[in-house]
């Protein structure tokens, strides 16, 4: 099925390939929460690829338009031009809830629509409903990125084409976010453990494009964090202590010792970690 048009991808929800829910709670590895749910919400690599493909020849044409993250003293929605005339447009999360639903629900851009997906993809959240099938974010997931999207240079005027290139990479290629429960994202979304694992998923799933996304993103890989499958990811919808909410790796039986001071902090200790859990007491 191909998509030819960036202001209708409703009709490409298949009822072969449905946006599975976040779950409400979860307790266990890493690993686990990946095979058993976060997995549900990726692109197939065949799909990714082809889009790969047609975003570079894109990206090599003449006089490209850029979606690019807003920053201060721009509007999303609005066309900016860098200062060897670069074009970008800024945009909020939009283009890659758009484009994932898209690619999802077995949509595919030919090189020769890409210009015009890209001219006519939503720019600002509030549009996506109208143009899409249905996203992560219905389904209760919220997107996250492996690098980051800004940098902290606001100075758009004096930005370049590799600038403005990175920007858009980082912005809407698949392979830079991954889908985590809106519950406590703000504790996932960005720690460098849970980065590091989506990215080491996506370098084994997405083995045939990531060499070349980290270039056109301007990006070092990460490097491969030890056992990072047994981390522990853990959350509940129902309102809890912020210090229950904690990412930690789970001692080995055989090696831990656990003790409890009079002050109700826990030590559980093992050959090479040590976490300090405080218990919380209701009076």
Request: charged fraction near 25%; include cysteine.
């Given at each position: 099925m191909l998509l030819r048009i960036?202001?209708?991808?409703?009709?490409?929800?298949?009822?072969?390939?449905q946006l599975a829910p976040s779950p409400s709670r979860?307790?266990?590895?890493?690993e686990s929460f990946f095979t058993n749910h976060a997995a549900r919400t990726l692109i197939e690599p065949g799909v990714l690829e082809r889009f790969h493909r047609a975003f570079?020849?894109?990206?090599?044409?003449?006089?490209?338009?850029?979606?690019?993250?807003?920053?201060?003293?721009?509007?999303?929605?609005?066309?900016?031009?860098?200062?060897?005339?670069s074009r970008f447009r800024a945009t909020d999360n939009a283009p890659a809830w758009w484009l994932h639903a898209a690619l999802f629900h077995g949509g595919e851009i030919e090189a020769s629509s890409f210009r015009a997906v890209i001219e006519t993809m939503p720019t600002h959240m509030f549009e996506v409903a109208k143009m899409c099938a249905p996203t992560a974010s219905a389904a209760g997931w919220h997107v996250a990125h492996i690098f980051p999207v800004k940098d902290g240079n606001t100075d758009f005027a004096?930005?370049?084409?590799?600038?403005?290139?990175r920007?858009?990479?980082?912005?809407?290629?698949p392979c830079n976010y991954f889908f985590i429960p809106k519950t406590d994202w703000q504790t996932w979304g960005g720690d460098p453990r849970v980065l590091a694992f989506f990215a080491k998923k996506y370098r084994e799933r997405y083995a045939s494009v990531w060499t070349h996304f980290l270039r056109f993103a301007d990006a070092e890989d990460f490097d491969d964090l030890e056992s990072s499958e047994e981390w522990t990811y853990s959350y509940s919808q129902e309102e809890r202590p912020e210090a229950e909410a904690s990412l930690r790796r789970q001692p080995s039986p055989r090696n831990r010792r656990v003790s409890e001071s009079s002050d109700g902090v826990v030590e559980y200790s093992a050959t090479r970690l040590l976490f300090k859990r405080v218990r919380l007491r209701v009076t």
């Amino acid at each position: 099925m191909l998509l030819r048009i960036a202001a209708d991808a409703k009709r490409l929800v298949s009822s072969a390939n449905q946006l599975a829910p976040s779950p409400s709670r979860f307790d266990g590895t890493l690993e686990s929460f990946f095979t058993n749910h976060a997995a549900r919400t990726l692109i197939e690599p065949g799909v990714l690829e082809r889009f790969h493909r047609a975003f570079a020849s894109y990206l090599d044409s003449t006089d490209p338009l850029a979606l690019v993250r807003a920053v201060r003293g721009t509007v999303r929605g609005c066309d900016y031009k860098a200062c060897d005339g670069s074009r970008f447009r800024a945009t909020d999360n939009a283009p890659a809830w758009w484009l994932h639903a898209a690619l999802f629900h077995g949509g595919e851009i030919e090189a020769s629509s890409f210009r015009a997906v890209i001219e006519t993809m939503p720019t600002h959240m509030f549009e996506v409903a109208k143009m899409c099938a249905p996203t992560a974010s219905a389904a209760g997931w919220h997107v996250a990125h492996i690098f980051p999207v800004k940098d902290g240079n606001t100075d758009f005027a004096r930005w370049d084409t590799a600038d403005i290139t990175r920007r858009f990479v980082r912005n809407i290629h698949p392979c830079n976010y991954f889908f985590i429960p809106k519950t406590d994202w703000q504790t996932w979304g960005g720690d460098p453990r849970v980065l590091a694992f989506f990215a080491k998923k996506y370098r084994e799933r997405y083995a045939s494009v990531w060499t070349h996304f980290l270039r056109f993103a301007d990006a070092e890989d990460f490097d491969d964090l030890e056992s990072s499958e047994e981390w522990t990811y853990s959350y509940s919808q129902e309102e809890r202590p912020e210090a229950e909410a904690s990412l930690r790796r789970q001692p080995s039986p055989r090696n831990r010792r656990v003790s409890e001071s009079s002050d109700g902090v826990v030590e559980y200790s093992a050959t090479r970690l040590l976490f300090k859990r405080v218990r919380l007491r209701v009076t």
